[in-house]
């Protein structure tokens, strides 16, 4: 029982921060979040320990619990993901990890096209052709498609070899399974969207490092333009 609480705790106060309702600089007290939420001094300073670790706020002996400043926040943090994806920054965290999709899927493919293994080459062909069926019937917005697409991302990204981009999995899959919650993706995906991965896949399998960065450039940066248009959050959006 206590868990839950402090998971709700923590859900309900970061998501009110992240949200802006609660701004950086306010000053919060362990009494009034406990008079707040019904709960005993232990779980609310768990949860806070949570907020803390995200870096969302500080907390001071004789000072308080404060809200800080959104720079200090961990950005790849994936509670803080998904709680700007469910707030009014939604459209800001979505271009921002496509930004960050642009500037690293291309050279990732251009790293695994290099260094991959026979096994990770043969997996990516694989997981493409799952999308495409998947996709050609219908099922874009199918858990099953969502989980492939996911899957396909982060074996490019573990494929390039590098731990730092390697990293970047946990954020790439915030905004991929973010987008598909949101209902951002069809039912059917826009023409040439399920080839990109195909193609991709196949200059990574044939080790061809210049076609494979350059076709994930053409399309991170396809799918990046919608993302920044208003359109991508009031009418479906092509799938990643």
Same mark, same amino acid.
């Given at each position: 029982m206590a868990t839950g609480l402090h998971e709700d705790i923590v859900d309900a106060l970061g998501g009110a921060i992240a949200a802006g309702r609660i701004p950086p600089g306010s000053v919060l007290t362990l009494a009034q979040l406990e008079a707040e939420h019904q709960a005993s001094?232990?779980?609310?300073?768990?949860?806070?320990?949570?907020?803390?670790?995200?870096?969302?706020v500080s907390s001071r002996r004789r000072v308080g619990i404060t809200v800080q400043p959104r720079e200090r926040w961990d950005a790849f943090s994936p509670q803080l993901l998904a709680w700007? @994806?469910?707030g009014p920054? %939604?459209?800001?965290?979505?271009?921002a990890l496509m930004e960050l999709?642009? +500037?690293v899927e291309p050279m990732a493919a251009r790293l695994a096209a290099q260094r991959a293994s026979a096994a990770e080459r043969a997996e990516l062909t694989?997981?493409?052709?799952?999308l495409v069926g998947l996709g050609r019937r219908g099922l874009g917005t199918s858990e099953e498609?969502?989980?492939?697409?996911?899957?396909?991302?982060?074996?490019l990204l573990r494929a390039s070899g590098n731990p730092q981009i390697v990293a970047l999995q946990t954020p790439v899959g915030a905004?991929?399974?973010?987008?598909?919650?949101?209902?951002?993706?069809?039912?059917?995906?826009?023409?040439?969207? @399920?080839?990109?991965?195909? %193609?991709?896949?196949?200059?990574?399998?044939?080790?061809?490092?210049?076609? +494979?960065?350059?076709?994930?450039?053409?399309?991170?940066?396809?799918?990046?333009?919608?993302?920044?248009?208003d359109g991508s959050l009031s009418s479906p959006a092509d799938s990643a």
């Open positions: 001094r232990t779980v609310v300073r768990e949860a806070v320990r949570v907020l803390e670790s995200i870096g969302l700007n @994806l469910q920054f %939604r459209q800001q965290q979505l271009e999709r642009v +500037a694989r997981l493409a052709e799952v498609f969502l989980d492939a697409d996911v899957a396909f991302h982060a074996l905004l991929l399974r973010g987008r598909s919650r949101l209902g951002l993706h069809p039912v059917v995906p826009a023409p040439g969207t @399920l080839e990109d991965h195909t %193609r991709v896949a196949a200059a990574i399998r044939a080790g061809d490092a210049e076609e +494979a960065e350059m076709l994930s450039r053409t399309h991170m940066r396809g799918v990046w333009h919608e993302v920044q248009g």
